[in-house]
């Protein structure tokens, strides 16, 4: 084609222009048909400008969602089709009868979410009496106060009593280490450890918890330093027995 070549389309350009540029005076002017009513032009030119303002990426998104309605209205079109001549009277009373199950059941569920909220208030309402009443009775009432004020007391002393055998336990721990140091042959034990639950634990020099079977021997010595141990922490006069 001549204008694939730059001169060539340069020159028909320049013949184009002196051809018919400028126009004569008596030429007519430049006539647009609209066949559209006048508020339709108007809002057409509107939605053009609109979319000249709009960003390439914008006009792209438009363009996709328009195919995809497209799609969905064929797609529709074409379940009509297949539809036509079957017998879907039946059909269309049988989604009747489910929508209109549904709304009964949605209505009755408002109903039941109602009384649901309704309960709720009325049961924080009586539980607020309630817990008023009890307190108006232990002011008034002395021994009620004295109960309430021995069972703070009470949960007091189970806290008291579980850090004391806590720290109980870790002295008979210490102590029974100490113990098997002294009058162990094997130093295959480092430290003894007991837990408040009373399970026991033994490491190694290497500071990990050991699971070697013990020989006799080194289980009397263990059950030993135990019970020494447990009189030692507990003051309690226990003999020494040897097998």
Known sequence: MI????????????????????????????????????NAHVEIQNKIAKLGGMPQGEIGKLLTENKK?????????????????TNND????????????????KERLGHLKNNLIQHQ???????KEVSDLNDKISES???????RRAGEVDKVIVRLIEELLKQKVEAVGEAATRINRAIAHDKHIDHIRIKA???MSL???????T????????????IISLVSALAKVTRYQAPFIYY
């Open 90 to 105: 039946k059909l269309v009373e049988q989604l009747k009868e489910a929508n209109q199950e549904a709304d009964k059941y």
């Open 211 to 222: 699971h070697v079977d013990s020989s006799a021997g080194q289980m009397q010595i263990l």
């Open 121 to 127: 208030k009325m049961h924080e309402r009586l539980s």
């Open 203 to 209: 490491f190694g020099y290497d500071g990990y918890e």
């Open 3 to 38: 204008f694939s070549q730059p001169l060539l389309k340069e020159a028909v350009e320049d013949c184009w222009e002196k051809l018919f540029y400028p126009l004569p005076n008596n030429c007519s002017n430049t006539i647009k048909h609209n066949y559209l009513s006048v």
């Open 141 to 147: 009432d002395p021994q009620l106060l004295k109960s």
């Open 69 to 85: 309605r497209e799609s969905e209205r064929k797609r529709v079109i074409a379940e009509i089709e297949n539809l036509q001549g």
């Open 197 to 199: 639950n009373g399970q």
